[in-house]
Nanobody, 120 residues
Framework: QVQLVESGGGLVQAGGSLTLSCAAS????????MGWYRQAPRKQRELVAA???????NYADSVKGRFTISRDNPKNTVYLQMNSLKPEDTAIYYC??????????????WGQGTQVTVSS
């Protein structure tokens, strides 16, 4: 089993920055890809960014050039640096992890979510 705990959400003005963290514990040796999803009110959950154990990344088009995902394997932690935030980035951000894959589709494990609110 793997447990994921997110931190770093909050309220920020448009154009500002936030950094989210997701710390994994438990059977972390089994995790191959980690990343972030988000869900805004009345919208489906969508993939924001993901990173493999080897450091290969992918991003949603809407965040490319503004968000950066990184991973500290010894600490079993993944980070999401969010710059130039827009009101449309407002959502609950969920950390996800998947075993035996390089694409973060249908994660095996989820964190509890952290709220990010961007004011205009």
């Amino acid at each position: 089993q793997v447990q994921l705990v997110e931190s770093g959400g909050g309220l920020v003005q448009a154009g500002g920055s936030l950094t989210l963290s997701c710390a994994a514990s438990g059977a972390t040796y089994s995790i191959d890809v980690m990343g972030w999803y988000r869900q805004a009110p009345r919208k489906q959950r969508e993939l924001v960014a993901a990173i493999t154990r080897g450091g290969i990344t992918n991003y949603a088009d809407s965040v490319k050039g503004r968000f950066t995902i990184s991973r500290d394997n010894p600490k079993n932690t993944v980070y999401l640096q969010m710059n130039s935030l827009k009101p449309e980035d407002t959502a609950i951000y969920y950390c996800g992890a998947r075993i035996g894959a390089t694409i973060l589709h249908n994660p095996d494990y989820w964190g509890q979510g952290t709220q990010v609110t961007v004011s205009s």
